[in-house]
């Protein structure tokens, strides 16, 4: 098993260099020091002691190193330096920790024969199916910068097609918090002080009224009750999530819902426009490719398409026909990859259809953002003025209260 080494050397210039490494014995740690040109001074095993560090989600790496990393690898491998040398290089220089454990054992591995998808298979948190189906492909026609430039270029794309969702869902979620703290403040804290004042007036207060101190009372009596019930339907929620039939109607539901259902079937259809393919552009076999798309597509809808796309394909039959019974694919899209089988360009539409949803995306979360604004803007002046003038709307009829 790796461990810590704490090394201190002495660089070309003499000057004295303090670091750690991660590696199966002091001796390959030696070695990988001296070729990266230090004269080892001293290297022991680090004791981490209570200064561990704290994992929140171990082997999580995040999407930009992965970017970071394949494209760097690619101008390394490009330039003739053997894998083994730049995944040295590469496990020193990333910000990432967790990535740089995953490197110094992938290099571990390759040096005892494995060969590099292989390696990387170890590792499913970080290099996904897609990841290393590319890896494999690359290795086998002796391209493997291409495949990684592609690589790079692909989790880049996602990596700004996730940004551009959450900078379309951020506002009114933050707006819809703020609404749910103001109100939440009111009724326990506000209301029942006009509460009191309302039970010494008597009479019969409006209906607006009542229910904004029955609201009010309830909460404040039961909030042990609305909070087990949350706290249960959240989990309630997630499990049902993760089952096959829940993970589809949440998946349908998420392409239906008002406003953000656009959103969201633009940018489930140009990740699998994007990643089909440059699955294919890599050399990857269109079935193994269909079985990677279905899987790292991230919808149920079309996960079940790909599925009927991929039987269709076994029985010898194009991509085209079978999407086209799915309603989740626009025409535009089966006519385009019908044109692609045609013209055996299949990847060149792909992309094309990926660019256009990508553009499409950018425009809906443009729009998006100019009609949020007054919307919120006007949820966040309804609500409040409904409770303020349920509060105030006895004093417009106090003297008829007054006994």
Excluded: C
């Excluded at 819902?257 to 699998?272: E, I, T, W």
């Excluded at 299949?346 to 979360?365: G, H, P």
């Amino acid at each position: 098993m790796a461990e810590t080494y704490a090394y201190r050397v002495r660089d070309r210039g003499g000057k004295i260099v303090t670091g750690t490494l991660l590696g199966d014995s002091q001796a390959l740690v030696v070695n990988r020091l001296r070729e990266m040109g230090y004269v080892p001074l001293q290297i022991q095993v680090k004791k981490e002691g209570l200064n561990r560090e704290l994992t929140l989600r171990p082997g999580h790496v995040k999407m930009k190193s992965m970017a970071v990393f394949s494209r760097q690898f690619a101008t390394m491998v490009n330039s003739g330096l053997p894998i083994l040398r730049a995944l040295a290089i590469l496990s020193d220089q990333t910000e990432s920790k967790e990535l740089t454990k995953v490197l110094t054992q992938v290099r571990i591995d390759v040096e005892r024969g494995s060969s590099l998808s292989e390696a990387m298979t170890r590792h499913p948190k970080v290099f996904t199916n897609l990841y290393i189906a590319m890896i494999r492909s690359g290795e086998v026609g002796g391209v493997l910068d291409s495949v990684l430039l592609r690589l790079a270029d692909n989790i880049e794309k996602e990596v700004a097609l996730r940004q551009k969702i959450k900078s379309a869902m951020t506002y009114p979620v933050v707006v819809l918090l703020m609404v749910g703290m103001i109100l939440t403040a009111m009724l326990l804290f506000i209301v029942p002080q006009f509460e009191g004042i309302y039970a010494n007036l008597g009479g019969t207060l409006p209906l607006p009224t009542r229910i904004l101190l029955g609201t009010s009372a309830l909460i404040r009596n039961f909030w042990f009750v609305w909070l087990a019930l949350t706290v249960g339907f959240v989990i309630a929620f997630r499990r049902y999530k993760k089952t096959e039939r829940g993970r589809a109607q949440v998946d349908m539901l998420k392409l239906k819902v008002p406003v953000f259902g656009n959103l969201f079937h633009k940018s489930a259809l140009s990740r699998f426009a994007n990643t089909l393919g440059v699955l294919l552009r890599s050399g990857v076999p269109i079935l193994q490719a269909l079985d990677i798309v279905k899987d790292t597509v991230n919808n149920k809808v079309i996960s079940v398409a790909v599925s009927d796309v991929q039987s269709s394909v076994k029985e010898g039959e194009s991509i085209a026909k079978p999407l086209g019974k799915h309603a989740v694919f626009p025409p535009m899209v089966v006519q385009m990859l019908a044109v692609g089988e045609e013209t055996g360009a299949v990847d060149s539409m792909l992309e094309k259809v990926a660019q256009f949803y990508d553009e499409e995306v950018t425009a809906s979360v443009d729009a998006l953002t100019s009609l949020i604004e007054p919307l919120m803007i006007a949820v966040i002046g309804g609500a409040v003025g409904l409770s303020v003038v349920a509060l105030y709307l006895p004093m417009f009829n106090l003297i008829n209260l007054v006994k």
